[in-house]
């Protein structure tokens, strides 16, 4: 096995690990929503501190339900995948031909 594949696959499985470990230990088990975004959280704190804060503004747009919101989440998540692999894929095929180009010495 080529060192880069070692390393790959390694990298792959730590991102499983990382993934699967808090499902799988029972993390935030005691909380009702165990894996919430750190925006709900933060909103809790405030209102508990400071009880007659107002928000500054509101948002442009609010998605009907959470699972709109959810779908909306993941569509941007997959569109700047999408833009990386695309950009990380011209980066090396520009590498790879200017690599070619060279004379050998």
Do not use: C
Request: negative net charge; aromatic residues 10%; without cysteine.
């Amino acid at each position: 096995m080529k060192r880069f594949s070692r390393i790959n696959l390694l990298l792959l499985l730590a991102v499983v690990v990382l993934a699967v470990a808090p499902l799988a230990l029972g993390l935030g088990g005691s909380q009702e929503e165990p894996f919430t975004g750190s925006d709900g959280l933060a909103e809790q704190a405030i209102v508990e501190d400071h009880p007659d804060y107002r928000p500054w503004f509101s948002p442009i747009y609010e998605p009907p339900s959470g699972e709109v919101e959810s779908a909306l989440f993941a569509l941007q998540a997959a569109l700047g995948a999408a833009f990386l692999g695309y950009y990380f894929g011209v980066a090396r095929t520009r590498q790879r031909a200017a690599a070619a180009e060279q004379p050998r010495a």
